[in-house]
């Protein structure tokens, strides 16, 4: 490859920095300026000038991908240890390491401090050399941890060259990689459909995410950090923690929300007190308040215990755990059948929420952790999400525990059940199973996907129960009239309601693919069809080669969605739906592997009395891109033609014009589409 000219060096600097530039305000600053759209536009242009080139600047962002899968981690030493914090648990102890340390300074004096949250996921080190992300490494034993650099390098948070006048020679930067809580929800409710195990907590998610071989895993979870600390480091300067976090920020590193200064103990209380109250309404797991002294050079005179340092603590909020007693172990289908077991509880307080029972994930976990009904447990509550056990406190066992085997029929249909092959998950295989029909009705209506107001899981089940919806195309048909004779309706809940179910009508196509409940489509997958898909009959007869010409979209995903779109039945109800005044914008629509649609260019006549009324043949013809004309011309492709065919069936003889019935029209679908 030649050099390259002095005008291409200059523009792929220029994209690498403009591109940074946007990565920053997107993923650290939340407040894009340019759409997803101008920015992939951006990439692909340098990319295609990198690839040209063969000049790849070290932060270009193209480095963020693609690198092979890993047999093992190499083992890193931390320069300087990465050591642990001492905890208190109350007002009273942080008042007590105010006092303590101002002993051991002997100075009567106020100190200030740094009050923080304190985020609950994986400790990691970055070591930049001459501003460039060399290395990056897990905590392990604090003294030596794992280098998972190539995945750390995916977070596009992460800078990676620190682009600034005043480049320390060497920094190591320490952090806190988490998930944030509803994105660790959306991929547990991933998992459970493709059979996976769940994560307990978004802590745990996020190290799973991190300590991937394949840094491909690493890529497609929504991982975050937050840098709070330093290591080792030359020629910084900075004289305090509050100093060198206005330093992070400037130099485009995320540090922690609401960071603030408080000198003597009723500041720093105040400030624990407001972040404790904060705590519920971020968006991330917090599980205390970090507080540290905040000028280095009297870090450095308080110095360090054995694990931890002197200058610091952390005041770890009430955990959200409590220990009760199993009392009944029951199992709930899902929407798609999978058969979660569930524990019911003693009621206890957590975090002052009574928890009554808690999920316990798959018979995999159950047999792990040895759980059995009677047993004693330990139950913890992350963030908002549904309670797990986490262990048996087996000295409570008096003998008369239990064990809970997976059951062979599904204890709602009937039907019989079968362990997903490679996978956890057991699964009812009943096609009518009510539990399952239900639970899609409520996923379809759901706040993510439909959000239709007023039509919660109560009123599913309530309407069904009532045998008013077997389907959820049947929540189009429900009137003012059937709501009122049910227990709860009133005039104008009634009218809401059917009003609410009305304006569903017209959703956008990305939230309509993701309340289909098409196996492993989620709300990501849901976006991304919808980019490269115009409207929802560009996907019919789709062919997985086609899904999987979209980034991101994988094997599995592209074998349901096609599968999905190549059942008749299925296109029949979406065609109903059609007929009932669905109408699906499509905000997210980008261009892209669009289909060819079956039928396009071709012109059809209907003639004589067909298999399916006039009217659903010609939205059938339409849908796939055909044109259904009156009159038999030269132009016309095909007469569809039914019993006791009219003139035009002559009219196309004589133009040697092929006829076929409808079953045939579907034939011709089947073959254009394999083109
Ligand atoms: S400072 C010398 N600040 O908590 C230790 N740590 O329990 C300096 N953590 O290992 C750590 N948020 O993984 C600090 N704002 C924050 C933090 C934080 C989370 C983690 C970190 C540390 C652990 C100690």
Redesign the pocket.
């Known amino acids: 490859m030649s050099k390259p000219s002095k005008d291409t060096i200059l523009e792929i600097e220029h994209l690498v920095k403009k591109l940074n530039y946007h990565c920053y305000q997107y993923y650290v600053l939340d407040s894009p300026e340019i759409s997803d759209s101008e920015y992939d536009a951006l990439y692909r242009k340098l990319k295609d000038l990198e690839e040209s080139s063969g000049y790849v600047l070290p932060d270009s962002p193209t480095k963020r991908v693609g690198a092979p899968p890993l047999e093992k981690f190499e083992k890193v030493k931390h320069t300087e240890p990465m050591?642990?914090?001492d905890n208190a648990f109350s007002y009273e102890e942080l008042e007590e390491f105010n006092k303590r340390l101002k002993r051991f300074l002997k100075s009567d004096n106020e100190l200030e401090y740094t009050v923080?949250?304190?985020?609950d996921g994986l400790?990691i080190e970055l070591t930049y050399k001459g501003g460039l992300l060399l290395q990056a490494s897990t905590?392990g034993d604090g003294y030596e941890g794992e280098n998972v650099t190539l995945n750390i390098k995916t977070i596009k948070e992460i800078p990676l060259k620190i682009d600034s006048a005043h480049v320390p020679d060497l920094i190591d930067i320490r952090g806190?990689i988490y998930m944030d809580i509803d994105e660790f929800e959306a991929l547990n409710k991933e998992r459970a459909l493709n059979g996976e195990p769940q994560f307990a907590n978004p802590r745990n998610a996020a190290a799973g995410s991190v300590r991937q071989l394949d840094s491909s895993i690493t890529a497609k979870r929504k991982l975050h950090l937050a840098c709070?600390?330093i290591g080792a480091s030359e020629n910084t300067g900075f004289s305090s923690q509050w100093e060198f976090i206005k330093w992070l920020k400037a130099n485009r590193f995320p540090v922690?929300k609401n960071i603030s200064r408080a000198t003597g103990i009723e500041e720093i209380i105040n400030l624990v007190r407001n972040i404790e109250r904060m705590r519920s309404s971020f968006s991330f797991e917090a599980d205390g308040v970090?507080i540290k002294v905040n000028d280095f050079k009297l870090q450095k005179s308080l110095g360090m215990k054995t694990r931890e340092?002197r200058w610091?603590t952390?005041y770890k909020f009430p955990a959200h755990q409590g220990v009760t007693r199993i009392h009944e172990i029951m199992v709930s289908v899902g929407r798609t059948g999978t058969i979660t077991p569930v524990a019911l509880l003693e009621p206890v307080s957590i975090g002052g929420v009574t928890v009554s029972r808690s999920t316990l994930h798959n018979w995999d976990e159950i047999e792990r952790k040895d759980i059995r009904t009677g047993d004693t447990v330990v139950v913890e509550r992350a963030g908002d999400v549904i309670p797990h056990v986490l262990s048996v406190v087996k000295e409570k066992r008096t003998g008369k525990e239990n064990r809970i085997l997976p059951p062979s029929i599904c204890p709602v249909c009937g039907s019989s059940v079968e362990k997903e092959e490679g996978g956890v998950a057991f699964r009812c295989i009943g096609l009518n199973c009510s539990a399952q029909v239900q639970e899609h009705i409520k996923h379809y209506a759901s706040r993510s996907a439909m959000d239709i107001e007023g039509m919660g899981d109560k009123n599913v089940e309530l309407l069904f129960s009532k045998g008013l919806i077997r389907h959820f195309i049947d929540i189009y048909r429900l009137t003012t009239q059937d709501l009122l004779q049910l227990p709860g309706f009133a005039d104008k809940s009634a009218r809401n309601l059917v009003h609410a179910i009305e304006k569903s009508k017209q959703s956008s196509l990305s939230r309509f693919l993701y309340s289909l409940g098409i196996s492993h489509v989620g709300e990501y997958a849901s976006k991304l069809l919808a980019k490269n898909f115009r409207e929802i009959e560009d996907l019919y007869y789709t062919k997985p080669e086609t899904i999987l010409e979209i980034k991101h979209l994988g094997k599995k995903i592209a074998h349901s969605v096609s599968q999905f779109f190549n059942d008749q039945t299925n296109l029949d109800t979406l065609k109903e739906l059609r007929t009932m005044g669905l109408e699906l914008s499509n905000p997210d629509f980008e261009s892209g592997p669009v289909q060819k649609r079956p039928l396009e260019g071709l012109t059809f006549v209907l003639t004589g009395t067909l298999a399916k009324p006039r009217k659903e043949i010609e939205n059938f013809i339409e849908s796939l891109g055909g044109h259904v004309s009156g009159s038999v011309s030269k132009k016309t492709d095909y007469v569809v033609t039914g019993e006791s065919p009219g003139s035009k069936l002559n009219k196309a003889r004589s133009l040697s014009i092929k006829d076929i019935s409808y079953e045939e029209l579907k034939q011709v679908v089947k073959e254009r589409s394999k083109d």
């Open positions: 050591l642990s914090l923080e949250p304190k985020y400790a905590r806190e709070y600390g922690p970090v340092p610091a952390a």
